[in-house]
């Protein structure tokens, strides 16, 4: 089952804007993970947020996390539109099978130039 | 996709017969990974190893096997490939610093089967 699920499905916005994406997972995590996927390849990690983090910074990339409310989102500032890709959270489990990621089904980023 | 390669990069085959996917890693990383990306289905995981020898199932294990012979290779097979194991198969691996713990995963360049 999923334990990680994107929001929006899908995002358009223009060169220079602000995306954000949303995720939402079910069960306590030790850390969850952001990654790339540009068409026909495969996914690149772009940053970590442990459990104990509540935000993490990388170049143009923000990430929150929110235990409580069991969600992260993922920033990217200034958008270009060498960004288009789509974008996945994946979360671990605390309890049995943490050494496996579960991953959402994404958000479809567009960046028009 | 450094360090990983997958072969083949395309097959096309016939339902019913077996189908062979390699993962080769140049990494010495102790854990491999085989995924199935569909669409609205995103990454789900199909078989991964812990170790040699070592292999445990993961959410969509049904009609594949797996081994593991060497550190460097993780095969994936498909005993009798049905229509529905037309995908694009990912293999990753992942060294985790903290036991118990899984840190980042690497990606190969995924393997576009189509069975008809």
């Known amino acids: 089952s999923q334990q990680g699920e994107e929001d929006p499905q899908a995002l358009s916005i223009q060169e220079g804007e602000n995306a954000t994406m949303n995720c939402s997972y079910k069960t306590s995590i030790n850390n969850l993970q952001w990654y790339r996927q540009n068409s026909g390849r495969g996914l690149v990690h772009l940053i970590l947020i442990r459990s104990n983090e509540r935000e993490k910074h990388s170049g143009r990339l923000r990430v929150t996390l929110d235990t409580s409310k069991k969600s992260s989102s993922l920033l990217i500032t200034a958008s270009r539109a060498a960004d288009t890709a789509s974008y996945f959270c994946a979360t671990d489990k605390v309890k049995g099978g943490s050494e496996k990621l579960v991953f959402g089904k994404g958000t479809k980023l567009t960046v028009n130039p | 996709d450094a360090g990983i390669t997958q072969s083949p990069r395309h097959k096309v085959t016939e339902t019913g017969t077996p189908v062979t996917l390699r993962c080769h890693q140049t990494?010495?990383?102790?854990?491999m990974y085989w995924y199935r990306q569909d669409p609205g289905h995103g990454l789900r995981l199909i078989h991964y190893?812990?170790?040699?020898?070592?292999?445990d199932k993961g959410e969509v294990s049904d009609g594949y096997s797996v081994s593991r012979s060497k550190t460097e290779d993780f095969l994936l097979t498909l005993e009798s490939a049905t229509s529905s194991q037309t995908s694009v198969y990912f293999c990753?691996?992942?060294?985790?610093?903290?036991?118990?713990?899984?840190?980042?995963?690497?990606f190969g360049p995924g393997t576009r089967l189509t069975v008809l």
């Open positions: 990753a691996i992942s060294e985790s610093i903290v036991t118990g713990r899984t840190d980042t995963q690497y």
């Open positions: 990494e010495n990383h102790r854990y």
């Open positions: 190893s812990y170790g040699v020898k070592d292999t």
